[in-house]
Every structure is written in C-alpha cells, then in structure tokens.
C-alpha cells in the first residue's frame, strides 16, 4: 500500500509561483509513473505532468515553459516547479502515482488571484 501526501498549495497572485510536494509512503515497484493531476470548478480531472521511473516526462501543452517536475528519490517526493501562474491554473492539484493499480493523494488547493 502506498500512500501519497501532497504540500505546497495556497493563493497567489498572477505571475507568481509556488512549488508543490508530493511525498510517497509505502514501498514502490517499477515500472510507474508519478506526476501531478488538476481539477478547476465544474472541469474534468486533467493531466499536468507526469515522469516515469526511467526519467520520461511529459506536460500538458497549457503549462509546458512554466511547469517543471523534478524528483528527490531519497526523499521519496516528487515536486511540482510552477512559474507565471495564471487565474486559469486555479485548481485542486493531485498527486497521482500508477504502480501496478492507481494511487491518488488528497489534494491541494492552488488559488491564482489578484
């Protein structure tokens, strides 16, 4: 069983940035992929970033030149490097990892406002 716990969300103004965390508890086998999901008011759940255990990653196109993933393997955490934030990145942000089955954390609120 793994368990993910996400930090770093809050309000900011646009333009700004925040740095999300996403640390795992739990052994974890390869092959996976771990990355960031959002969900804005009355939206679908979408894709924001994503790395495989071999160092793959992919962006959405909404936040590619803004967003960067990085990992601390002796950490267990993966973080989310978010710049130029926009009111339309305002959403509750989700650590999402696939290891053989799905694995969601709670969330994070991100407000982008002025």
């Known amino acids: 069983q793994v368990q993910l716990v996400e930090s770093g969300g809050g309000l900011v103004q646009p333009g700004g940035s925040l740095r999300l965390s996403c640390a795992a508890y739990g052994s974890i086998f390869s092959p996976y992929t771990v990355g960031w999901y959002r969900q804005a008011p009355g939206k679908q759940r979408e894709l924001v970033a994503e790395?495989?255990?071999?160092?793959?990653?992919g962006y959405a196109d909404s936040v590619k030149g803004r967003f960067t993933l990085s990992r601390d393997n002796a950490k267990n955490t993966l973080y989310l490097q978010m710049n130029s934030l926009k009111p339309e990145d305002t959403a509750i942000y989700y650590c999402h990892l696939f290891a053989r089955r799905n694995y969601w954390g709670r969330g994070t609120q991100v407000t982008v406002s002025s």
């Open positions: 790395v495989t255990d071999s160092g793959i990653t």
